[in-house]
């Protein structure tokens, strides 16, 4: 089955940076667009980032434009997430998400992903 096992949350101060990485297993890896989403206490789900099939296209929420970068390593079936500048607002539990629909695939965007990691606490202090 499709497992999604994400790494690398944690308790960091403002202005900080932390590396979030998702494995994925029991997948056509590149037969899915990757991404992030996050869930902040008494909030809904909400999209952060997404990578295309190949890499080659990202698509990231305005929040965190700039600040967050996403990658993936096709030949590890891994992606990260790169997080810079971290703020207290960005605290939330962090969601790995493959997405097979052809935008997702194409250019990183997704709305409904097909598989959902179990989610790492990222906690930013003020």
């Known amino acids: 089955q499709v497992q999604l096992v994400e790494s690398g949350g944690g308790l960091v101060q403002a202005g900080g940076s932390l590396r979030l990485s998702c494995a994925a297993s029991?997948?056509?890896?590149?037969?899915?667009?990757m991404g992030w989403f996050r869930q902040a206490p008494g909030k809904e789900r909400e999209f952060v980032a997404g990578?295309?099939?190949?890499?080659?296209?990202?698509y990231y929420a305005d929040s965190v434009k700039d600040r967050f970068t996403i990658s993936r390593d096709n030949a590890k079936n891994t992606v990260l997430l790169q997080m810079n500048s971290l703020k207290p607002e960005d605290t939330a539990v962090y969601y790995c998400?493959?997405?097979?629909?052809?935008?997702?695939?194409?250019?990183?965007?997704?709305?409904?992903?097909?598989?959902w990691g179990q989610g790492t606490q990222v906690t930013v202090s003020s």
């Open positions: 998400a493959a997405d097979s629909g052809l935008a997702a695939r194409i250019s990183g965007f997704m709305k409904t992903p097909d598989e």
């Open positions: 990578i295309s099939w190949s890499g080659i296209r990202t």
């Open positions: 029991g997948l056509t890896f590149t037969s899915y667009g």
